[in-house]
């Protein structure tokens, strides 16, 4: 008799997973009827409710879930609309381009920064205080929200300032560190391009007016 109990139960309880039903399924070596379908099925009953006799309540919740689609805009090129510091960088440098990469990470908490691409085609001197490719190239440049524009390691301090980073350069601010620390950038932006592998800047600076007689010329030119 125990067996053929035992046996019953457990087609009812294949029955039961079958029907995909939200509703808790008791199976017991006695033949009870599932709980009222009016109980919530999240509130769990104890022994004290359920029927007298040895009992192991098997919950049958089978529920598809699905992870939800965020749809993000893709922000590449796009600048904040109430940005701190504006950065330009030279998008053709590897070793700058770490550096852009992490500070743009960042930023996407803050909103903080914005990024202009000096070496882009799109890049204009006008929307950007008036500095020309060359002497951007020649050091790092940001220009404050204000338009004041910052040169060297004091750039790159209200860079790592905009997204609370300011504890990096924050030892830059005081004498001698802050003149040892431009020294050494001093030399780093001097030597960076022969450094990363890159033709001097005045190799680059020529390939570039050529390319651009070019695009005149055939006004369909793309970077």
Known sequence: MRMAAIRGAVSIGRKANSSLSPNPIYLTTQFHAPPPASRPFHVPISHAHAPS????????IHEATVDPVVSRKDEEGKSPDNWKVKMLYDGECPLCM???NMLRER???YGAINFVDISS??????ENQG???????????????????????EAFRKLYEAVDLGWVYAITKYEPIATIADG??????????Q?????SLEEVLEARKN????????KVCKM
């Not at 050494?184 to 391009?193: H, N, P, S």
């Open 195 to 199: 450094i990363t592998g890159r033709p």
């Open 98 to 100: 770490r550096e852009v």
């Open 184 to 193: 050494v950038y001093g030399f780093w932006a001097k030597y960076r391009l």
């Open 53 to 60: 006799g040895f009992k192991y309540p098997i919950r049958a």
């Open 107 to 109: 930023d996407k908490q």
């Open 211 to 218: 390319k651009g007689e070019v695009c005149n010329d055939s």
């Open 131 to 153: 500095l020309d490719y060359k002497t951007v190239m020649g050091r790092i440049h940001a220009i404050l929200s204000d338009g004041t524009v910052v040169t060297d390691v």
């Open 121 to 126: 085609d799109a890049y204009n001197p006008k």
